[in-house]
């Protein structure tokens, strides 16, 4: 079994900030860890969408719409992705869902994992 739980949504106001939290967690035997972490987010009437990944070996990718305002990290030592968000604009405003690429032993040897999702708020 593998389990991500996201934590850090919420209201805020435009020019604020939020930080949110992935824990990713797997039975002994399911994988053996996570390659990647990230965030994609999904607007109403939008398409789900990148928003950035880092990989265990602290290699990261943003979406161009948030650089130099987001910042992701990994601490891999607790399966657990953060995702610093400053500078919120109203069109941040999304569910947040936290994705994971877990490694295993079974073809197809790399696997997707998605969090339930966490709702952001941006007040203009």
């Known amino acids: 079994q593998v389990h991500l739980v996201e934590s850090g949504g919420g209201l805020v106001q435009a020019g604020g900030s939020l930080r949110l939290s992935c824990v990713g967690s797997f039975t002994l035997g399911s994988i053996f860890g996570f390659k990647a972490m990230g965030w994609y987010r999904q607007a109403p009437g939008k398409q789900r969408e990148l928003v950035a990944m880092i990989t265990s070996g602290q290699m990261t990718n943003y979406a161009d719409s948030v650089k130099g305002r987001f910042t992701i990290s990994r601490d891999n030592a607790k399966n657990t992705v953060y995702l610093q968000m400053n500078s919120l604009k109203p069109e941040d405003a999304a569910v947040y869902y936290c994705?994971?690429?877990?490694?295993?032993?079974?073809?197809?040897?790399?696997?997707?994992?998605w969090g339930q999702g966490t709702q952001v708020t941006v007040s203009s």
């Open positions: 994705h994971a690429v877990g490694e295993g032993a079974v073809y197809p040897y790399e696997y997707d994992y």
